[in-house]
């Protein structure tokens, strides 16, 4: 079995920073893309960051200047740094990894969410 575990949420003041954690664990044979959603209340997810197992990266437009997203291969983790934060990022956070698992087929994977809330 695979599991997304998401770590970093919380609570910060608008211009604050927070760093997300999603380390991928279970019997993993290679990951492909890894990539952050985010869900604000009343509205759809939307994706906001994606990194290639090659390392490279790509943005939403609202985020760009903002939010880096990084790897760790050999951990099968991913980060999200957030800078600059502002209301308008408040949401639950989703980790989103391709997997491929020993003798498998390439599938999804999500992590369980963790909050975040930008507010002064």
């Known amino acids: 079995q695979v599991q997304l575990v998401e770590s970093g949420g919380g609570l910060v003041q608008p211009g604050g920073s927070l760093r997300l954690s999603c380390a991928a664990s279970?019997?993993?044979?290679?990951?492909?893309?890894m990539d952050w959603y985010r869900q604000a209340p009343g509205k759809q997810r939307e994706l906001v960051a994606t990194i290639t197992s090659a390392g490279s990266t790509n943005y939403a437009d609202s985020v760009k200047g903002r939010f880096t997203i990084s790897r760790d291969n050999a951990k099968n983790t991913v980060y999200l740094q957030m800078n600059s934060l502002k209301p308008e990022d408040t949401a639950v956070y989703y980790c989103h990894a391709q997997i491929r698992r020993m003798g498998l087929a390439l599938r999804d994977y999500w992590g369980q969410g963790t909050q975040v809330t930008v507010s002064s």
């Open positions: 279970g019997s993993i044979f290679s990951t492909n893309a």
